[in-house]
């Protein structure tokens, strides 16, 4: 057996962190009314308005974080093992911070926090997102005439003649799917996958319990939660059996695989992720979905607009009326170019907003949960890299660590985790 490097100080950072991940707590704690959606839909109201269960015990105590960081700089453990665990755990400080902010509706100190954990949208891919927003605007311009107007009104502003961003890198659309019709489909797929894998630990769960409509991983607990056979059905867009096998691939394949693999590392810790792990994490999730049903541009890539419209990269911090307005706009084209006939685009620009908001009251303009921009430049980022550096594939399955970040790499190299590189 594999000697643990962090032995000593993994169970106590589970003890004195939280047990779910913030993104998970607050889309189990969130509540909107379906009379608020309802009012905004109709333009009765600005904004909805979105509260938060508070009878939960949010499970983390700052005091006892800060004793351990200070037990471990003070032991004989690895100086970069001490590292790491100090950056995991003043995270979880800033993580608990996050999470009674949304508590106590400050939204300005909510969007602070989030910041501090996950960043911010950056002109960089603003860029290029408003380069590919202006190109769907001239395909519909006489078609959609109001719509591109309001478009080209925010993204004219965005310089776009400086971009290093390349969408032809990505894999075309599979279209040979057909319909999945039942929730034994798809627990048969993933079922193959964890068992083709050979993670056995790893439970597949169906929640009845929720309107779930989308897949996704409890690290914590070793859950693959799906949708039951009723929000399977209601999905605004019909699963194929393509999207099905790409979906368990990305969430079992990256997401559990990750988890699972670092069983076998002498580092603990990458079974539930170092710092700032996400980027990466998502961005090969990403990759591995593109590699089997293709994409005709990069994951993540509208709710980094919303995220951009939000935060105001163009000079214009927005409130989710504003956001959900131009949204509506951009899926009107994007539906349309992408021959999507059963779903409203109002329906998709309430969820993107919804997912942006999320963890704030939903009243104030540029205060948003920045979590969502990981996707985009995680995944453009990994394409760079695999672009560069194939052979190291494998070697990101190690862990839930992230590749795109330097001190990562350095860190597991010096470690002699990451031997390839």
């Known amino acids: 057996m594999t000697e643990k490097l962090d032995e000593l100080w993994f169970d106590r ?13 607050l889309q189990d704690h969130i509540r909107i009314a379906h009379e608020e959606r309802e009012r905004f839909i109709d333009n009765e109201i600005e904004n909805p308005l979105f509260t938060y269960r508070k009878e939960s015990e949010i499970n983390v105590v700052p005091q006892k974080i800060d004793e351990l960081r200070v037990e471990i700089s003070k032991s004989d453990a690895h100086v970069i093992v001490a590292e790491l665990y100090d950056k995991k755990l003043s995270n979880e400080v800033i993580r608990n911070a996050l999470i009674e902010a949304s508590l106590h509706a400050n939204d300005e100190e909510f969007f602070a926090h989030s910041v501090a954990l996950h960043g911010k949208p950056r002109k960089r891919f603003f860029s290029y997102v408003a380069m590919r927003v202006k190109q769907l605007c001239e395909v519909y311009e006489d078609q959609y005439p109001n719509e591109v107007k309001r478009l080209l009104k925010v993204v004219s502003k965005i310089a776009t003649n400086d971009i290093d961003i390349d969408v032809s890198v990505l894999p075309p659309v599979n279209t040979d799917g057909v319909p999945v019709e039942s929730i034994d489909e798809v627990i048969k797929v993933f079922k193959d996958t964890l068992e083709r894998l050979e993670i056995n630990e790893w439970s597949l769960v169906i929640d009845n319990s929720s309107l779930r409509t989308r897949f996704s991983v409890d ?14 059905m209601s999905r605004a867009s019909k699963l194929t059996n393509v999207q099905l096998e790409a979906l368990a691939e990305h969430e079992v394949g990256v997401h559990a695989r990750r988890a699972h693999e670092a069983i076998n590392s002498p580092l603990k810790i990458l079974k539930i992720g170092l710092d700032s792990y996400l980027p990466g994490e998502e961005g090969l999730a990403g990759y591995v979905q593109q590699q089997i049903e293709g994409a005709d541009e990069f994951y993540g890539f509208d709710r980094y607009l919303a995220a951009c419209l939000a935060v105001g990269v163009d000079g214009t911090p927005r409130d989710f009326r504003a956001v959900f307005s131009l949204m509506t706009d951009y899926y009107t084209l994007k539906f349309k170019e992408d021959a999507v006939v059963n779903k409203a685009p109002f329906r998709a620009a309430w969820d993107v907003c919804v997912r942006i908001f999320r963890g704030t009251t939903g009243q104030t303009a540029g205060c948003i949960y920045t979590k969502d921009i990981v996707y985009m430049e995680g995944n453009i980022g990994i394409w760079n890299l695999l672009s560069e550096k194939p052979h190291v594939f494998e070697s990101l399955f190690v862990g839930k660590f992230n590749p795109l970040l330097n001190r990562h790499v350095r860190s597991l190299q010096t470690l002699e985790i990451l031997k390839e590189w």
Do not use: A, I
Not at 13 to 25: A, I, K, P, Q, T
Not at 224 to 230: G, T
């Open 219 to 232: 690290p914590f607990k070793k859950l693959v939660l799906l949708p039951n056979q009723e929000q399977l």
């Open 13 to 25: 950072l589970r003890s004195v962190s939280g047990h779910v991940d913030e993104s998970l707590w």
